[in-house]
């Protein structure tokens, strides 16, 4: 490319390989295969697009050249550039040398899925979209309906009806129209799917998906220019559709591409709950598809029963040496203690899921003393608060010095 | 004996546009597609290979996913509805 910016080529089918143009499309009519966007990184020039992104705003648009966008879209409330913690207490607790936190709770509604939906709202109105929509276990319902609020465009957002009041309550306030359904994540899915045949809307899950998965790639390349252009050997991140997962490594993999980064992709290690881990289950039976599930746990944020990027997900952590574990409902509660009391982070349920399994990971071995491991937590603790209910003790005192003492400072905790 | 059958629009080229479709005759979700392959030229390459369902093709029989059935054997009965959809939404 003349103008040194790569190119935005077409949709491809991930299956069969066959291309379309870049519209509001999702499914390959060939072969019902899922499309994916593609470039042409030749045009790039390693230096000057590390220069290029240095020089960018502080968001996901610093990433504009590997977006699915000829300009950077003007944007409302944007996205990324959250905070990567380096997580010595943490380490020291596993007994593992060096792990990092991404804390993607740090984003606008306070999730990794504000990096979706800034791309899928992006795209929706370069397509001309006046309506966008999506199917949600709850941080997607948030991110959706403030964005829409943002760019003022209007909004259907469908959830399960048994989703926890917080994610509820932050969706309605943003003024959407919000659909609770009596039934699973995999119902709202398959009747999200059902509309977007009939509405004339952006569903950011389903008829915009190829684009809206690529904002999950802006994970991968905020943690390589954090840690100074440099990968690390292994990231745990949990999967729900799986897309979050493989599209990190697909950030990764691109910049080595271009020539960014040096190395090779980091072992990929998932993590899931274990009353949902359909995508943990056919990792463990050697399975290439995931057999679906009813989900029961209280990660409801990973509550996918039927995992559209199962597939996709075992290949990448059977072909990095990863692994895919999944991890009790006590084990998710002890894993936002972890994490909270060692980095004061404080997570919702998914960030326990994923504490929890690098706990697993340290425990049974699979750290190598030198490795540098980045544990992406990917929402916000006051999102789930029922997790952690319970969990401590409060001392009830009365206005009084002596009341303090006793209490307080006479207790057997103190002491 | 009527299924009735709803088409997404991925598979409405193949169908000459239609959404929705019946077919007579067909005790399982299996002799439902057989059914949709006899009428349908080009149908049954978009959505079967290997005798089965392609990886990424649902099912669901009254709103069920087969999966949680009989697969292909699930037995559909006078009235029932079978929809067709992509499984790649979501997440």
Redesign the interface.
């Known amino acids: 490319m003349e103008d040194g910016r790569c190119r935005v080529e077409a949709l491809e089918c991930k299956?069969c390989r066959a291309r379309y143009a870049l519209e509001a499309r999702?499914?390959?009519?060939?072969?019902?295969?899922?499309l994916e966007v593609v470039y042409d990184f030749s045009g790039l020039d390693a230096a000057e697009t590390r220069r290029k992104i240095q020089a960018g705003p502080q968001s996901i648009w610093r990433y504009v050249d590997f977006l699915p966008f000829e300009r950077q879209p003007q944007t409302a409330l944007a996205a990324g550039m959250t905070p990567l913690i380096r997580a010595d207490r943490l380490a020291e607790r596993l007994g593992i040398g060096e792990v990092w936190i991404k804390n993607d709770a740090a984003n606008p509604t306070h999730s990794f899925k504000d990096r979706v939906v800034t791309v899928a709202m992006a795209k929706a109105r370069e397509l001309g979209y006046e309506v966008v929509a999506c199917?949600s276990t709850g941080n997607l319902a948030n991110s959706v309906a403030a964005h829409a609020a943002a760019a003022g465009l209007e909004s259907y957002v469908f959830i399960p009806a048994d989703l926890e009041e917080q994610k509820v309550l932050a969706t309605g306030v943003y003024g959407t129209h919000l659909v609770a359904v009596n039934g699973s994540?995999?119902?709202v899915?398959?009747l999200?799917?059902?509309l977007?045949?009939e509405r004339d809307w952006a569903?950011v899950?389903?008829n915009v998906?190829p684009y809206y998965s690529e904002g999950s790639k802006t994970l991968g390349y905020e943690i390589a220019e954090q840690l100074g252009w440099e990968l690390p050997d292994r990231v745990v991140v949990p999967i729900?559709?799986?897309?979050?997962f493989t599209k990190i490594a697909r950030g990764f993999e691109e910049w080595l591409e271009v020539g960014l980064i040096e190395g090779e992709v980091p072992v990929m290690n998932g993590a899931q709950a274990d009353g949902c881990s359909p995508v943990a289950r056919a990792f463990a039976d050697d399975k290439p598809?995931c057999?679906?599930v009813?989900p029961d746990t209280i990660a409801k944020s990973l509550a996918?029963g039927?995992?559209?990027?199962g597939?996709y997900a075992l290949e990448l952590a059977r072909r990095t040496g990863g692994t895919i574990d999944a991890v009790s409902d006590e084990e998710i509660r002890q894993g936002i203690k972890l994490l909270a009391e060692t980095t004061g982070v404080f997570t919702e349920t998914a960030g326990g899921v994923t504490t929890a399994v690098l706990k697993r990971l340290a425990e049974r071995g699979d750290i190598g003393p030198e490795e540098r491991v980045v544990a992406v937590i990917t929402g916000e603790g006051l999102k789930t608060l029922d997790a952690v209910r319970g969990s401590f003790e409060t001392y009830e005192i009365e206005p009084r010095v002596s009341s303090f003492t006793e209490t307080v400072e006479g207790s057997p905790v103190a002491a | 004996m009527s299924i009735t059958v709803?088409i997404?629009?991925?598979l409405r080229?193949v169908t000459s546009g239609e959404?929705e479709t019946d077919v007579e005759q067909a005790s399982t979700v299996g002799e439902v597609l057989d059914g949709l392959y006899d009428r349908y030229d080009g149908l049954r390459?978009?959505?079967a290979e290997d005798g089965g369902l392609?990886?990424?093709?649902?099912v669901?029989v009254q709103?069920e996913?087969i999966?949680?059935l009989d697969g292909l054997d699930t037995t559909v009965e006078d009235g029932d509805e079978v929809?067709i959809?992509?499984?790649?939404?979501?997440?």
């Open positions: 299956e999702f499914v390959c009519d060939n072969c019902f295969g899922p199917a994540y995999d119902d899915n398959r999200c799917t059902e977007s045949f569903f899950n389903v998906r729900a559709s799986g897309s979050l598809v057999k679906p009813r996918i039927d995992p559209a990027d597939p | 709803k997404p629009t991925q080229a959404a390459e978009r959505i392609r990886r990424f093709v649902n669901y709103g996913d999966r949680f929809t959809l992509p499984a790649v939404a979501g997440g």
